[in-house]
């Protein structure tokens, strides 16, 4: 076999060894980038604000809620609307009228 001859089917067996592991690689490479960007589509999801509690929140803010928004942005005066609508109710102290 002249020496030319073995160079190219050398070269040959290359180039069909590199596709096959580029055919093996590449659908594996996406679907763990598929995989992936679930786990961060589900987080995001989680985080999002629901309209209804955005619409409220801004109907009726608390003055620590609006300086929340203003200092920290949206996700801080949500956190603390939720608070306020887990908190107990705390009834007012009454006042002890004097008779004069």
């Known amino acids: 076999m002249a020496p030319e001859s073995a160079v190219g089917l050398r070269v040959r067996d290359d ?23 679930e786990r961060v589509e589900s987080r995001l999801r ?13 109907e009726r803010p608390r003055p620590d809620e ?8 949206t996700g801080r005066a949500l956190e603390l609307f939720r608070l306020r609508g887990k908190a107990p109710r705390r009834s007012r102290p009454t006042r002890n009228k004097r008779a004069a």
């Open 15 to 37: 180039a069909l060894d590199m596709t096959a592991w580029l055919s093996v690689l590449v659908p594996l490479l996406v679907m763990f980038f598929a995989l992936g960007m």
């Open 66 to 73: 609006v300086r929340a928004l203003f200092r920290q942005g």
């Open 46 to 58: 989680e985080s999002t604000v629901r309209p209804e509690e955005l619409e409220e929140l801004l």
